[in-house]
């Protein structure tokens, strides 16, 4: 393994050093002019202008300009431009931008209107599925599903999206459960996997068997399993429970995991498949391993629930025990899958693993373990629990802290719901020690993650009683002192929403927040902070508050570096070298901040710090804990691209304009994501090896590539 960690960075060394080579792409003036405003959001009278040019790249950009700005305002000229257009590419931009305001009955009938005399478009139908009005959403379906199924299916996707599937939907579902098209089969079993109400999926329980069959598309089958886990019945535990001893596709595998944690009852079945899982996982292959922490991820979720019997809990208590360090009967199993085994067996206590042996996973050094065994003594009944995490806290590297703070939180948590337990906690002076950790630790630590969740872990009223109100008022105040500068805007903005919470509106603390919302919109041009500010002053009924117009300061545009940019990035990793090709088109300052970073060696030696199986693997943050960035801000920015296939580049954010250096790539289609994550890319070679990626595991870098 050493011979090819030391190739790939001679590989790092070599193409750092060779010139960009420029793929053929130009932004003439008038898209310069477009993009530019649409980065300051501002002069949407200047865009609509655009919409009319007889450059068809110029009119579809100012569309685009128009959605990242969002505002409903600029319907009419959408509108109006829209019944006079005729390019086809510029009709799908202006209907991209109408779908990105949402349901509006003029919007829907221009749309409507445009699709007679034009026919539709998958981008046309996802503009009506995002604009048609509750009452008219039968017309629209019967007017298409015969003759354009595919996009009766899109449409299906979007309605699902905005929670307004009926039985009339479910039967145009049911229809297309036989179309050639396995895109337009799984974009319509999505729109009823995004049902949440049980009695309408039990009604359709036929259907979704359909789809659960579906042996042409793991993407029918994947969803139709998160439709079925949405039903609670001993139906729907069989047909989950069925599937999942006869299914080999491991995305479908964790799906069906994941719809078997939410049901009602557990049985000896579910432990059967659970424990398959797990055995299985001695193939030490990563998407074993997915499967793996799954089936664990289920089984320790009903336990928490309380849905296992005294009989399953003996029978689940017995298998768990076999996987702690004293007895080791599974040693054949991953060191990964065997310390998160330890979050469930925790919940037994001492009779199924002790301190000792759940401490000793924190000798593998490894951070996934790390974060497992955190979690597990999260769950643990045992006072001396709170003093390992908190010597832990003081002893561990910044990465791990999160886990470690969520374990302290979990045993808080457990000791309110567990009065005997609270009175041993109290008695030690835990209870004490932990309110003091969770109002001072950021007098300590000012990394952004460990700020950012000891602020949400003092917003419950149950940890600011008596004098420690007192002593929360004197810290939270000296934090916006101490943490008011551009530089911490991300520690200013978890300190401000704590202070709204716990309603301290003393004027010298309602003052400095008042100032800092000016700094925020005028000085720092930065949105997310000027609206929690705002927010805040509101929530503690501070009046006369002008709402502030946040100035937006940006650098001069590198036009030169975007239109040179190179059409890859590849990323050398343990499994292979993944190629991503950039859209540069699509998403220029995405892609120029991420080339930035690149060349600058900021992803070098950097880890997916976040992987959730069957959903993303996340990266770009140095600090490994989730909550860590670049320093500063850039805009979010969407166009027509979908998350609609596995291996989608998208950046990660906190809301709207708050995007840094962190992104993902999706394991599977992810539409909730559409017009909320910028996508900047997509896999084109090995996305096997992103599918394999394990949390902690590293990249050697983010190479621009022709």
């Known amino acids: 393994m050493k011979f090819i960690t030391s190739h790939l960075v001679i590989i790092v060394l070599t193409l750092s050093a060779h010139p960009f080579y420029a793929q053929k792409l130009h932004f003439s003036s008038d898209e310069r002019t477009i993009i530019e405003l649409q980065d300051r959001r501002t002069g949407t009278d200047k865009i609509e202008k655009f919409l009319s ?32 257009e005729k390019r086809p590419a510029v009709i799908d931009a202006i209907a991209f ?23 539709i478009t ?47 939907e479910c039967r145009i579902i049911k229809s297309l459960e036989n179309d050639s098209d396995p895109n337009t089969r799984w974009h319509a079993i999505y729109g009823l996997a995004r049902v949440t109400d049980t009695a309408f999926i039990a009604k359709n329980t036929d259907i979704i068997k359909d789809y659960l069959g579906d042996l042409g598309s793991p993407e029918c089958r994947m969803f139709a399993a998160t439709a079925l886990g949405n039903l609670h019945t001993n139906e729907s535990s069989q047909i989950l429970l069925s599937a999942s001893r006869s299914e080999t596709e491991w995305r479908v595998r964790v799906n069906l995991f994941n719809g078997l944690a939410k049901q ?14 797990v055995l299985e996982s001695t193939k030490d292959t990563p998407t074993t391993i997915h499967t793996a922490i799954a089936a664990l991820g289920a089984l320790d979720k009903m336990l928490a629930d309380g849905k296992c019997s005294s009989p399953d809990s003996e029978s689940i208590r017995e298998w768990l025990a076999g996987f702690s360090s004293e007895r080791n009967d599974y040693d054949a199993s991953p060191q990964a899958v065997r310390a998160y085994a330890m979050i469930p067996a925790a919940r037994f206590d001492t009779n199924c693993v002790s301190l000792r042996s759940l401490t000793a996973f924190l000798t593998y050094h490894d951070r996934a373990i790390t974060n497992y065994t955190a979690h597990a003594l999260g769950n643990y009944r045992d006072t001396s629990v709170m003093l390992v995490l908190l010597r832990r806290l003081f002893s561990t590297p910044i990465a791990d802290m999160p886990a470690v ?86 520690l200013l903005g978890s300190v401000i929403e704590a202070i709204g919470v716990l309603k301290f509106s003393e004027p010298a603390i309602s003052d400095t927040i008042r100032s800092i919302y000016a700094k925020a919109a005028k000085e720092w041009g930065n949105t997310h902070l000027a609206d929690i500010a705002y927010r805040t002053l509101d929530s503690l009924g501070i009046k006369n508050v002008p709402k502030l117009t946040v100035v937006i300061h940006r650098d001069s545009i590198d036009w030169d570096a975007i239109e040179q940019a190179p059409d890859t990035v590849v990323m050398p990793t343990l499994c292979g070298m993944v190629s991503v090709k ?103 070679k090995h996305m096997d090896c992103i599918e394999n990626m394990q949390l902690d595991d590293q990249i050697q870098n983010v190479i621009p590539y022709h």
């Not at 579809?60 to 000229?77: G, M």
Request: hydrophobic residues 40%.
């Open 405 to 490: 703070l969520e374990g302290l939180q979990a045993q808080w948590k457990r000791a309110l719901a567990d009065s005997a337990y609270w009175k041993l906690l109290d008695s030690a002076h835990y209870t004490a020690a932990y309110r003091h950790m969770v109002i001072r630790f950021a007098d300590q630590n000012i990394e952004p993650a460990i700020v950012g969740m000891t602020m949400q872990m003092i917003q419950d009223p149950r940890v600011i009683v008596g004098a420690f109100r007192t002593e929360a008022k004197e810290y939270l105040s000296k934090y916006l002192t101490q943490f008011n500068k551009q530089q911490n805007i991300d």
């Open 97 to 119: 931008a109408l779908g990105v305001l949402g349901s509006n009955d003029n919007v829907y009938r221009a749309l409507l209107d445009k699709e007679l005399t034009s026919g």
């Open 53 to 84: 040019a007889s450059n068809v790249r110029v009119a579809r950009r100012a569309a685009f300009a128009l959605a990242n700005i969002d505002d409903t305002l600029t319907r009419p000229a959408l509108v109006k431009h829209l019944e006079n």
């Open 582 to 684: 950039l859209l540069t088109d699509e998403a220029p300052m995405t892609v120029l901040n991420i080339l930035k970073l690149a060349r600058t060696f900021f992803f070098a030696n950097s880890s997916f710090h976040r992987v959730v199986p069957n959903f993303v693997a996340q990266a770009g943050d140095l600090s490994g804990t989730g909550w860590g960035g670049p320093g500063y801000a850039i805009r979010t920015e969407i166009a027509p691209t979908r998350y609609d296939t596995e291996g989608v580049c998208g950046m990660a954010s906190d809301g709207k304009d708050t995007e840094g250096s962190q992104w993902f790539i999706t394991h599977c289609p992810t539409p909730h994501l559409d017009t909320r994550y910028s996508i900047w890319g997509k896999v084109v």
């Open 122 to 168: 998958d981008e046309l139908a996802v503009a009506l599925g995002r604009t048609v009005p509750k009452d008219q959403v039968n017309d629209l379906l019967a007017r298409v599903a015969t003759a354009h199924p595919s996009a009766a299916g899109l449409i299906i996707m979007e309605l699902g999206l905005r929670k307004l599937v009926t039985d009339d």
């Open 264 to 277: 009602q009852y557990f049985s000896s079945g579910i432990l059967d498949v659970v424990r398959k899982a």
